[in-house]
């Protein structure tokens, strides 16, 4: 396991490590991220689209009223939404394992509401708003294929 915290001080350098996370992802990622209505959840995931090239027609927004949403891109994204969700029930109903244990990088926002669902081995991210503009960005990777890649290349 290996642990950064960072700190950003826009909306944009928070989406701009959500681009440098998306530029090294890979088929088969899953991000797991954690933090309170408005700390930046969705505005690091749409850093992580555009450094997974989707394309703007699919930009990703909030997805609030459903669980997943998935867009092309050079590897799809499966953006889901976890955020009224609170037993592995309502996610087995929409399949969530083809999702993310298929071919594309998955990124869950509230994902220690359905703990039971995140693999052991992930990149989980947890936000604090520390500032009206400032953001602590916890990044953990827990296993030889996050570690390797997220904390040689990069960090
Ligand atoms: P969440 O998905 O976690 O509920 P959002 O990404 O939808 O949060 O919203 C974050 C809000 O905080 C946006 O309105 C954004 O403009 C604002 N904000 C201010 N500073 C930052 C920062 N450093 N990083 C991310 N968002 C920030
Ligand atoms: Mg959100």
Redesign the pocket.
Known sequence: MKKITIR????E???GLGITIGRMSQLGDVIA?D????????????GLAEGLEVSKESYVR?PTFSILNVHEGRIPLYHFDLYRLSDLDELEEIGYREYIYGEGVSAL?WASNVEEAIPAECLRIV?K?TG????EIEITATGKRYEGRFFKEWL
Do not use: F, N, V
């Not at 933090?35 to 749409?46: F, N, P, R, V």
């Open positions: 950003t001080h826009s909306p350098e928070t989406r991220l933090g309170d209505l408005g700390a930046g959840k969705t505005c690091l995931i749409q909030s926002e936000i708003r009206e503009e400032e953001r």
